[in-house]
């Protein structure tokens, strides 16, 4: 499949998975899992025709690593994420002594006031370093990096959880844990 063929149709998946399974009619079970041949099939009522092999592609050749199959190949799942509700079954972590937060200037008088919130998700994400904090950043204007003091956090005793794919994920950040980090360049 082509590269752009591959893109869009892993942002479409991703949209159908973490936010809107209605829109193409397939239902997630509590841990976020639909069946694959429900979401084939969702996909072709779309109009976004996908083979089994060319949905494989699709979560082997994703960037993030966003999907995953189960074990015996017959369910998907988004691996973070998601605004609708949903239990990943992550087990608590302890996280690294520091993670970060890719953010932009704007949102930084209300971050420093009241901390970092999950918004639209389910929880705040960190990255383990400042590279991929600086281009989740990035992805709304010119990236500021917050170092998140997060294994004090976690002692204090705040729940760390990570995805498959290295995402880390808490409720939220109070303020008190938060502090900046040098200039950095995306
Ligand atoms: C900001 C992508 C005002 C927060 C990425 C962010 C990531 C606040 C935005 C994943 C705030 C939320 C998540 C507060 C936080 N006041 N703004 N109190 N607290 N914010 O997209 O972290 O491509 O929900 O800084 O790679 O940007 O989707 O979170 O700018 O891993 O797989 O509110 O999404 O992955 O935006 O990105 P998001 P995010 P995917």
Redesign the pocket.
Known sequence: MDQKRLVRASRYI?RVLRHDPDRIGVRLDPRGWTPVDDLLRGLRRADVRLGRGELEEVVAGND?K?FEFSADGTRIRAR??HSVSVDLGLVPTEPPETLY????GR?MP??TA????????HD??L?PDTGTAA???A??GRPVVLAVAAGRMHRDGHGFRVTGNG?WLVAAVPPGYLSGTAPVTA
Do not use: D, S
Request: aromatic share 4%; glycine share 14%; net charge positive.
């Open positions: 991703a993030k966003r973070q994420g937060h890719g953010t932009v949102f209300a971050i009241e901390g970092l919130r999950p918004m639209n998700r705040v994400h990255a281009r989740v950043g992805r709304r995402v």
